[in-house]
């Protein structure tokens, strides 16, 4: 076995027991060597401290209630002895020696003691039977047991010296309330152990290592008591891996000066006295760095979360500003629009002006035109008219003049010609007038009808504009009553629901002074959902009696269903 070794000690230690090689920087594996560093007995087994962990494997039997009932009738009977024995005895000393005004008032004082000590043994047994026990209440009643059993004792004292006999009295005095008291700490033990079976228990220390050693034994249970710890084995374990420890310092350095060991491999030795083990010991300046980077990791963390959060609170302000800004932006835009529009109807509307102006004096120009047209037609016509008459003259004379002279025929004939010709000519003349005519009549009515067209344009934007105008007040005037139809609407309902959970509260109330079995209440609540429906049982889904009755099966709510329906049948109305 070499010196960096760990040596093995009488009672294993558990497999999370770290090695020293860890702290002294040694890779040498722990040795396997069957050596022990105290040859102490395994003295600490549960038969012998007394204090078996192992609880009852189930509840009590008849037989085990039996006995536990004899014990308590038992204890009772010891109480009322030792009551009966220290009344009278602790009454007379308290007139005759404590200056008591009377033997009332002494045995008041008595009384008072006793009834004391019961009530407080009562309520100590009573919260550990309740799982809260009180655990400075026993002193008191360890105080008031003293002085009742030192007033027994002095009760019986002698008058002169005291004699062998004496001193036997005064402890026959104190025997019954010692005794009581032990009983009633049995008992609270016991309560305890029952009604908190998983609590750790706490191991004796066997009364041979307290003679046999009785300062360290004093050490080892103040340290029991200080740090918590229940096992004494476990206490021993550790003090052994103490010892085998600080004995594998002083092996490891030479002359046994362990002076030299550094702060880590003295840890053991300085944290002992504080309930640390050799492993936890060795293992703490690990877990206090680790302790420490998990402090930096979560500061930088936090850091980063409070980072996070300003970039956070940033990027929404800034979309905040980028939002109003583009509400500004849509509002502004909305009012250009509007205006915008607003110019062009006037800008069409004025055009529309311009145009029909235009087109009414170019109508105007164009009537006169054609008024001018047709006085020039009308002259030629009546010029025209007056040639044919001449021309007909003409060929009256030239028919007189051809039955009056055959020889002129010729010249005659050379006449009709002529005048043939010359009223071609006119006539067509006078179609080309009246071509001309129509023409200026059909321009002129085109005119009108272009005007007529540009007031009717006009007239229809008028028109869709007003139009839309009465659409906009209709649909603000239909918002305006749907909105108050909903406030009216949700009115009604909150004035529904506030009398269908009064009349809810009363059927609740009346069943409540009935005191109606769960059923019973269950079904009366499907005839009060069945008459919110309108009365028919038939309306009410089975789901919705599931879901509020929380039932799972689809034909137990059709039972309720049912039974509630003959339930209303029979004249049941919530209200009364």
Do not use: C
Not at 62 to 68: D, F, H, L, Y
Not at 77 to 83: D, F, N, R, S, T
Not at 196 to 201: I, L, N
């Amino acid at each position: 076995m070499t010196i960096t070794d760990w040596p093995r000690t009488a009672a294993e230690p558990d497999s999370d027991s770290a090695s020293p090689a860890a702290v002294s920087g040694t890779s040498t594996p722990v040795s396997q060597t069957p050596g022990t560093v105290s040859e102490t007995a395994e003295f600490v087994s549960e038969t012998e401290s007394g204090t078996g962990t192992k609880h009852s494997p189930g509840p009590l039997t008849g037989t085990q209630k039996w006995a536990a009932g004899a014990i308590v009738i038992a204890a009772l009977v010891l109480a009322g002895i030792g009551l009966y024995l220290s009344f009278e005895h602790v009454a007379v000393f308290a007139f005759e020696q404590l200056r008591f005004e009377s033997l009332g008032k002494g045995q008041l004082f008595a009384v008072g003691v006793d009834v004391g000590i019961m009530v407080m043994i009562a309520v100590d047994l009573l919260m550990a039977w309740l799982k809260r026990p009180i655990s400075w209440i026993r002193y008191p009643v360890w105080l008031l047991t003293s002085a009742t059993v030192v007033l027994n004792a002095a009760s019986g004292a002698p008058q002169g010296a005291w004699k062998l006999l004496d001193y036997v009295a005064a402890g026959a005095h104190g025997v019954v309330p010692i005794l009581f008291i032990t009983v009633v700490e049995l008992g609270r033990t016991a309560i305890d152990r029952i009604v908190r079976p998983d609590q750790d228990e706490r191991d004796s220390i066997p009364w041979l290592r307290w003679v046999l050693a009785p300062v360290a034994t004093a050490r080892i249970f103040r340290r029991m008591r200080l740090w918590g710890v229940t096992s004494y084995p476990e206490m021993i374990r550790r003090d052994q891996e103490l010892i085998a420890y600080e004995q594998w310092l002083k092996r490891k350095y030479e002359g046994g000066d362990i002076s030299k060991a550094s702060e880590d491999e003295l840890l053991p030795m300085k944290m002992a006295p504080y309930g640390y083990t050799v492993a936890q010991a060795l293992a703490m300046p690990d877990e206090q760095e680790q302790a420490a980077q998990e402090r930096e990791e979560e500061a930088e963390r936090r850091r980063l979360d409070a980072e996070t959060r300003s970039e956070v609170a940033k990027s929404k302000a800034e979309s905040e500003r980028l939002r109003a800004k583009g509400e500004v932006e849509t509002v502004r835009a909305e009012i250009d629009g509007q205006t915008g529009q607003a110019r062009a109807h006037a800008r069409a509307q004025v055009s529309a002006a311009e145009r029909a102006a235009e087109l009414e004096e170019q109508a105007l120009d164009n009537a006169v035109i054609a008024e001018a047209r047709t006085r020039e037609a009308e002259a030629a016509r009546k010029e025209a008219q007056e040639r044919e008459a001449e021309a007909q003259a003409d060929l009256r004379a030239a028919e007189l003049e051809r039955q009056a002279a055959e020889k002129r025929k010729l010249a005659v004939e050379a006449d009709r010609v002529a005048a043939a010709e010359a009223q071609a000519v006119e006539t067509q003349a006078i179609a080309e007038a009246r071509e001309a005519a129509a023409e200026a009549n059909r321009r002129a009515a085109e005119t009108e009808r272009d005007a007529a067209e540009t007031q009717r344009a006009t007239a229809e934007i008028h028109r869709k504009k007003a139009e839309e105008a009465r659409l906009q007040e209709v649909a603000l005037a239909d918002a305006a009553r749907a909105k108050k139809e909903a406030a009216e609407a949700e009115r009604a309902a909150a004035e529904t629901r506030r009398v269908a959970a009064e009349v809810e509260r009363r059927a609740v109330e009346a069943e409540d002074v009935a005191k109606l079995k769960p059923r019973e209440r269950a079904v009366r609540r499907v005839a009060r959902m069945i008459l919110a429906v309108g009365g028919d049982a038939d309306r009410l889904p089975l789901a919705d009696i599931q879901h509020e009755l929380a039932v799972t099966s689809p034909g137990t709510a059709s039972e309720y269903r049912t039974e509630a329906a003959e339930l209303l049948a029979g004249g049941y109305r919530p209200e009364q």
